[in-house]
């Protein structure tokens, strides 16, 4: 079940070099903003459904790849208005973030050989000794970069950990036993 969203804000405007739309929401006690940004170019532009955390910081829960909607939408201008146009997406991401803040959290186990091959993947990448401590901020930014990571461990006792694939893929679909299909393209993102 999806929880209700409570609208609570709204932000919108437009210039001769951008428009925007922001959305505050409350989903299941949780606040939330959908912001779309459409400027003259894709890297001037984004979609993102962020909640607010307890320390008062907003994380990624969302987002809509450019390819899905900034070609289908009007180029900046003042006379643009930036609810009808941009609302429509930043509703679909509230959706989409109320749909993950209601998925019930699971625990997910791991064999001891997923537990080595992490070590390995360290060893290799940090030294035998390595360490590496991931910041919530860090750990949300990948989560919502790239693909899904897939974990998969192969008959010769190989381990393959990815991020590198869509969902569709071959590679993926047949856990790492088919080539990938050369269409895994995600848009480089930007670090703030």
Same mark, same amino acid.
């Given at each position: 079940?999806t929880?209700?969203?409570? !609208?609570? /804000?709204?932000?919108?405007?437009?210039?001769?070099?951008?428009?925007?739309?922001?959305?505050?929401?409350?989903?299941?006690?949780?606040?939330v903003?959908?912001?779309?940004?459409?400027?003259?170019y894709? +890297?001037?532009s984004?979609?993102?459904?962020?909640?607010?955390?307890?320390?008062?910081?907003?994380?990624?829960?969302a987002? /809509?790849?450019?390819?899905?909607?900034w070609?289908?939408?009007?180029?900046?201008?003042? *006379?643009?208005?930036?609810?009808?146009?941009?609302g429509?997406?930043? !509703?679909?991401?509230?959706?989409?973030?109320? +749909?993950?803040?209601?998925?019930?959290?699971?625990m997910?186990?791991?064999?001891p050989?997923?537990y080595?091959?992490?070590?390995?993947l360290?060893?290799?990448?940090?030294?035998?000794?390595?360490e590496?401590?991931?910041?919530?901020? /860090?750990?949300?930014?990948?989560?919502s970069?790239?693909?899904?990571l897939?974990?998969?461990?192969?008959? *010769?006792?190989?381990?393959t950990?990815? +991020?590198?694939?869509?969902?569709?893929?071959?590679?993926?679909?047949? +856990?790492?036993?088919q *080539?990938c299909d050369?269409?895994?393209?995600?848009?480089?993102?930007q670090?703030s």
């Amino acid at each position: 079940m999806t929880p209700s969203i409570t !609208e609570h /804000d709204q932000d919108a405007g437009a210039s001769s070099r951008r428009y925007h739309y922001t959305g505050v929401v409350e989903i299941a006690g949780h606040t939330v903003r959908a912001r779309v940004v459409r400027g003259f170019y894709g +890297k001037d532009s984004g979609a993102v459904a962020e909640v607010l955390t307890d320390q008062a910081e907003w994380i990624s829960l969302a987002a /809509d790849a450019l390819n899905n909607w900034w070609h289908d939408t009007p180029p900046p201008s003042p *006379d643009v208005h930036a609810a009808t146009v941009l609302g429509p997406l930043a !509703e679909r991401l509230l959706r989409r973030a109320a +749909k993950i803040l209601a998925a019930p959290q699971t625990m997910v186990t791991f064999s001891p050989h997923i537990y080595q091959a992490v070590s390995a993947l360290l060893a290799t990448s940090s030294g035998f000794n390595g360490e590496c401590h991931i910041d919530p901020d /860090d750990i949300a930014w990948a989560t919502s970069h790239g693909g899904a990571l897939h974990i998969f461990e192969h008959p *010769d006792g190989s381990v393959t950990f990815t +991020k590198a694939h869509r969902d569709e893929c071959p590679f993926v679909a047949s +856990k790492g036993s088919q *080539d990938c299909d050369d269409e895994c393209y995600f848009d480089l993102p930007q670090r703030s």
